[in-house]
């Protein structure tokens, strides 16, 4: 039987309008099938019509161009990287890599100017990057920058590689072991470390490809995850987006409005050391979720577990009538005089007034590795928080979940990273000049 065409673009409305200037052929629905079922069982190749075939699968209209994601352009340069405050694109790769044995400070020094270089040209222009102009994969040759950022940060092994001990910031000693870490050193830390989002998966691809590139025989890749978020434009109502277990996850995050929020998440001018002015840390955790535990937990429990309303991240303090944004109230008691956000619900025990003020900035992406060897799921969320000192943010949270958090019963933490991320690039620098040239 012959396989069925998937819609493959969730484009606008099939009654949209032809753009002048469309050059697709005008095939019909049927024909369109035909022609798709036939390459699939001759292995014909489609040639130049892929992409409107593909397109034309949907409706028997020319697609509606999304251009306002493909355009999206995130700055390189500024008081602080990018991806950081950059909304949430939908697509990310972590990857980290160590220095070759034979690489020391010059050799770090030049690597970072030539990823800076190539970063700012990416994000400046990702879809025009031809493979004439160096190292290049041409994937996203007809891609915009899509919002591109491309972040990059040091890891404590990194001092001790290039002779820079002495400016290594008290921020990154090792972070505590808690009980429920069960971690894979090769998974884990890493020299340089590396961010690179959009909302197009070709383009974090690319970027990746080009940084590879250019890292030449300097330094290897240790470890690469990648992950995901929604897709930006398709829902006509755009809310927090949700993780793997189905909650709306990044509410009650620090907001850049916030008068503390600079304080909360960025190393202040004057601060130490002062290369890292501006500069960030960003924890990142590798949190496996027992997704077939928590999806056999009946709602009610599930809700429990996080103090929040499954269905619109409500608080459960907050009554029938609350939205996601309504203060939580921890004080607040149910009908029967319990307390309506449990002892061990997760955001009582994460929150900033239950940790003497400790505030992270949280920016992840779910993962979806496919099955693990027993069957479940190999999927979570790769945790990334951004804070101005990790001994104030990530690590007395942590502490605390570690010991009461419903929800921990539902995760395994089983990679790390703590990385110092410099300033941004003021113009003619390059990512870490001032440490590595200072
Ligand atoms: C150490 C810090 C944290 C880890 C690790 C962590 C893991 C984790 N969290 C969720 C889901 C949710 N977290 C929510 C809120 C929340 N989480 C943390 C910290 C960590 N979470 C904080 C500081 C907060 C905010 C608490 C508050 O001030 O109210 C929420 C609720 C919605 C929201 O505010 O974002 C959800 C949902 C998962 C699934 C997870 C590990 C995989
Ligand atoms: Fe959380």
Same mark, same amino acid.
């Given at each position: 039987?012959?396989?069925?065409? $998937?819609?493959?673009?969730?484009?606008?409305?099939?009654?949209?309008?032809?753009?002048? !200037?469309?050059?697709?052929?005008?095939?019909?629905?049927?024909?369109?099938?035909?022609?798709?079922?036939?390459?699939?069982?001759?292995?014909?190749?489609?040639?130049?019509?892929?992409?409107?075939?593909?397109? @034309?699968?949907?409706?028997?209209?020319?697609?509606?161009?999304?251009?306002?994601? &493909? !355009?999206?352009?995130?700055?390189?340069?500024? %008081?602080?990287?990018?991806?950081?405050?950059?909304?949430?694109?939908? =697509?990310?790769?972590?990857?980290?890599?160590?220095?070759?044995?034979?690489?020391?400070?010059?050799?770090?020094?030049?690597?970072?100017?030539?990823?800076?270089?190539?970063?700012?040209?990416?994000?400046?222009?990702?879809? %025009?990057?031809?493979?004439?102009?160096?190292?290049?994969?041409?994937?996203?040759?007809?891609?915009?920058?899509?919002?591109?950022?491309?972040?990059?940060?040091?890891?404590?092994?990194?001092?001790?590689?290039?002779?820079? %001990?002495?400016?290594?910031?008290?921020?990154?000693? /090792?972070?505590?072991?808690?009980?429920?870490?069960? #971690?894979?050193?090769?998974?884990?830390?890493?020299?340089?470390?590396?961010?690179? &989002?959009?909302?197009?998966?070709?383009?974090?691809?690319?970027?990746?490809?080009?940084?590879?590139?250019?890292?030449?025989?300097?330094?290897?890749?240790?470890?690469?995850?990648?992950?995901?978020?929604?897709?930006?434009?398709?829902?006509?109502?755009?809310?927090?987006?949700?993780? #793997?277990?189905?909650?709306?996850?990044?509410?009650?995050?620090?907001?850049?409005?916030?008068?503390?929020?600079? +304080?909360?998440?960025?190393?202040?001018?004057?601060?130490?050391?002062?290369?890292?002015?501006?500069?960030?840390?960003?924890?990142?955790?590798?949190?496996?979720?027992?997704?077939?535990?928590?999806?056999?937990?009946?709602?009610?429990? $599930?809700?429990?577990?996080?103090?929040?309303?499954?269905? +619109?991240?409500?608080?459960?303090?907050?009554?029938? +009538?609350?939205?996601?944004? !309504?203060?939580?109230?921890?004080? @607040?008691?149910?009908?029967?005089?319990?307390?309506?956000?449990?002892?061990?619900?997760?955001?009582?025990?994460?929150? /900033?007034? !239950?940790?003497?003020? @400790?505030?992270?900035?949280?920016?992840?992406?779910?993962?979806?590795?496919?099955?693990?060897?027993? &069957?479940?799921?190999?999927?979570?969320?790769?945790?990334?928080?951004? $804070?101005?000192?990790?001994?104030?943010?990530?690590?007395?949270?942590?502490?605390?979940?570690?010991?009461?958090?419903?929800?921990?019963?539902?995760?395994? =933490?089983?990679?790390?990273?703590?990385?110092?991320?410099?300033?941004?690039?003021?113009?003619?620098?390059?990512?870490?000049?001032?440490?590595?040239?200072?």
């Amino acid at each position: 039987m012959p396989k069925k065409a $998937q819609p493959s673009v969730p484009s606008g409305p099939a009654s949209a309008p032809a753009p002048a !200037t469309s050059t697709a052929p005008a095939l019909s629905r049927r024909r369109l099938l035909g022609a798709a079922s036939a390459a699939g069982a001759t292995g014909l190749a489609l040639g130049g019509t892929t992409g409107a075939l593909a397109h @034309a699968a949907t409706s028997d209209a020319p697609p509606t161009a999304l251009s306002s994601v &493909g !355009t999206g352009r995130v700055a390189f340069r500024g %008081t602080h990287q990018c991806g950081i405050t950059t909304p949430l694109q939908a =697509h990310g790769r972590l990857v980290a890599f160590d220095l070759a044995p034979t690489a020391g400070r010059a050799e770090a020094a030049a690597l970072l100017r030539r990823w800076s270089d190539a970063a700012e040209r990416l994000m400046d222009a990702v879809g %025009t990057d031809s493979p004439a102009d160096g190292p290049a994969s041409g994937i996203a040759l007809d891609a915009g920058p899509c919002s591109l950022t491309v972040t990059f940060g040091f890891g404590r092994s990194l001092f001790a590689r290039t002779g820079l %001990t002495d400016r290594m910031p008290d921020a990154l000693r /090792p972070l505590p072991r808690f009980t429920a870490d069960a #971690l894979d050193p090769d998974r884990s830390d890493g020299d340089l470390w590396v961010q690179i &989002g959009a909302d197009d998966p070709l383009v974090t691809l690319h970027a990746l490809r080009v940084l590879r590139a250019e890292a030449g025989e300097a330094a290897r890749p240790r470890w690469e995850m990648a992950g995901f978020n929604r897709t930006p434009g398709a829902t006509a109502r755009p809310m927090t987006p949700r993780n #793997l277990m189905g909650q709306v996850d990044g509410t009650n995050n620090p907001r850049p409005a916030d008068d503390d929020f600079a +304080d909360r998440i960025f190393v202040p001018r004057g601060g130490e050391p002062d290369w890292m002015a501006g500069g960030s840390y960003a924890v990142v955790r590798r949190i496996r979720m027992l997704l077939d535990d928590w999806d056999g937990t009946p709602l009610q429990e $599930q809700e429990q577990v996080i103090g929040r309303r499954k269905s +619109d991240g409500a608080p459960l303090s907050g009554g029938p +009538d609350a939205s996601e944004d !309504t203060a939580v109230d921890l004080e @607040a008691r149910d009908s029967s005089g319990r307390p309506a956000i449990a002892a061990d619900a997760h955001v009582r025990v994460a929150a /900033p007034e !239950t940790n003497g003020g @400790a505030a992270m900035l949280r920016r992840p992406f779910s993962y979806h590795d496919g099955l693990r060897e027993d &069957g479940a799921p190999d999927a979570g969320l790769l945790f990334v928080a951004w $804070q101005a000192d990790p001994l104030t943010g990530f690590v007395p949270v942590q502490r605390k979940l570690d010991s009461g958090d419903a929800l921990s019963r539902f995760l395994r =933490h089983e990679a790390s990273g703590l990385f110092a991320v410099p300033g941004g690039p003021a113009t003619g620098e390059y990512v870490g000049q001032r440490l590595l040239e200072g």
